[in-house]
């Protein structure tokens, strides 16, 4: 793991990010009725799972809001590929289109729950106080 200041460095957020865009730009093309639906559903859940990853690496001082953050995060991407599958049933993206940002967000969630289940690696140690026992 290469030293990382800054959320953004991250390469699970800007995986995600990309996404994120890709599904934008594609939903543009979605139809009408599904503005309220479909669309705005799948918008919102992929770039929350950015928002999610951004606010776990602010709260990284304390390893539980971390998990829980990347825990949301998580929710939001698996909730993106359920998205992803009514836009494909729907016939709104193509098989190649669908497979690809499908397995994008397997990659996602792996990477995920890497940081979930290493979280001590990402996340600040506290140093005990020696006065207590």
Known sequence: MSFVK???DLIVY???FSA???IYVISKKFPLEERYS???QIRRSSRSVNANITEAWRKRRYEISFISKLNDADGEAAETQNWLDFAFACEY???KTYLD???TYDEILGMIVSMTINS???TFTQTKDPNSK
């Open 14 to 16: 800007q995986k995600a």
């Open 38 to 40: 479909l669309t705005d």
């Open 93 to 95: 993206i193509d098989e």
């Open 20 to 22: 994120a865009m890709e």
């Open 101 to 103: 940002l499908y397995n």
């Open 120 to 122: 001590s690696k990402w």
């Open 6 to 8: 800054f959320h953004k």
